[in-house]
């Protein structure tokens, strides 16, 4: 099994930047992809960006394009989500989601992140 410990979040002010951390433990060799979502408070969860294991090829939500950087540390086993201009719409919790081989995926358990205007 794979297990995420995230790590990162805060409060920040609008246009401050935040990095947030995710370590991948256990059988990561089944990682084919790792992404982040979030979710704000009455709000459905939503994806925010995704890395492919191997390739490193990126996606990102529209919302965030330009601002967010996802990146990967494949020694560490860490998924980084870089969001620089933060603004108060990207307050939320965010998680990170491991897909694995299998069609199986793992969530984190998530991280606050409060942008203050």
């Given at each position: 099994?794979?297990?995420?410990?995230?790590?990162?979040?805060?409060?920040?002010?609008?246009?401050?930047?935040?990095?947030?951390?995710?370590?991948?433990?256990?059988?990561?060799?089944?990682?084919?992809?790792?992404?982040?979502?979030?979710?704000?408070?009455?709000?459905?969860?939503?994806?925010?960006?995704?890395?492919?294991?191997?390739?490193?090829?990126?996606?990102?939500?529209?919302?965030?394009?330009?601002?967010?950087?996802?990146?990967?540390?494949?020694?560490?086993?860490?998924?980084?989500?870089?969001?620089?201009?933060?603004?108060?719409?990207?307050?939320?919790?965010y998680?990170?989601?491991?897909?694995?081989?299998?069609?199986?995926?793992?969530?984190?358990?998530?991280?606050?992140?409060?942008v203050?205007?």
């Open positions: 099994q794979v297990q995420l410990v995230e790590s990162g979040g805060g409060l920040v002010q609008a246009g401050d930047s935040l990095r947030l951390s995710c370590a991948a433990s256990g059988r990561t060799s089944s990682i084919l992809n790792m992404g982040w979502f979030r979710q704000a408070p009455g709000k459905e969860r939503e994806f925010v960006a995704a890395v492919t294991w191997t390739s490193g090829s990126t996606t990102y939500a529209d919302s965030v394009k330009g601002r967010f950087t996802i990146s990967r540390d494949n020694a560490k086993t860490t998924v980084y989500l870089q969001m620089n201009s933060l603004k108060s719409e990207d307050t939320a919790v998680y990170c989601l491991a897909g694995l081989r299998g069609s199986y995926n793992i969530w984190g358990q998530g991280t606050q992140v409060t203050s205007s």
